[in-house]
Structure formats: C-alpha cells, structure tokens
C-alpha cells in the first residue's frame, strides 16, 4: 500500500488545471445567435400592441382569439417571447391587417415606446370603437372634424 505522502505527490503533479483552447467547432459554436429575442422582435410585439389597442381589444381577449394564454401574450407583445411564422399569420388574420403590417417601420428603427401624443391617439381610437351608438359615434366624427378644420 502507497503511503500517503507519495497519494499527495501523485495528486499534485496532475491537478494542475491546463486552460483550454476553443476547437473550430466550438468557435462556431459560441458565433452562433442564440434563439432570444431582438430589436426585430421587439418591434413587431409593439405593432401587435399598436393594433390591438386600435381595435379595443384587451390583451386576454387577443389572447383567447390566437389560443395563447394572456401571459404569452403579453411576452409576445413586449418581445421577450419570439413569434413563429404561423402564429404572427395568426395575429394579423385576428387582428385584419397583412403580415407586413407588423415589420413597417423597421427600417426606420423608430423606438417601440409611444410617444404621449401616439398614446393619446391609440387610446382615442380605442375609446371611439367601443362607442356603440352609430349615432354619437359620426357627432363624435362631425366634432373632430370641426375642429380640425379651425
């Protein structure tokens, strides 16, 4: 049986820890994207917002109508969660605009926070289509574009 002093020896020759070099494989590896999401998929969650809150619809709403919980939805909407082909052709069918609706702008690479002026806009388009009388909804119209005209 080793004594112990020559166990201890043995253990420090070999625990020296040797850095090691990336292969080419692992090199690709790690210039790979990874599969989070981007400025790309931040701005098509904001466009879905945009027209969502056009149309009056809550978030659970939109949500129910593409089979999704209101948690994705929202993960969608604020672009931590990627969207698949299928399910951004989902939206705009639910939502009735094309699927290039969603990628306008992108080149400009305005920034997806609404400015006051957006928000006030959104949300007077949204208080107008959840007006139910047809009636007060063209006065409403008729105002509008009395003073715009001032």
Known sequence: ???TADVARRYDDHSQIQPRTMTAK????????T????????????????RRIM??????????????????AHKYERGINRISAGRLYEIAQVLGVPVSYFFEGLDSQRATDLTARQRMCLE???????????????ALSQLARALASE
């Open 124 to 138: 007077l388009a949204r208080n107008f289509s959840s007006i139910s009388n047809e009636k007060h909804q063209e």
């Open 26 to 33: 692992t090199e690709a590896k790690a210039a790979r994207p």
């Open 35 to 50: 599969n989070r999401a981007n400025d790309t998929d931040r701005h098509v969650g904001a466009r879905i917002r945009e």
């Open 1 to 3: 049986m080793p004594d």
């Open 55 to 72: 149309l009056g619809l809550s978030q659970q709403q939109m949500a129910d109508l593409i089979g999704v919980t209101y948690q994705q």
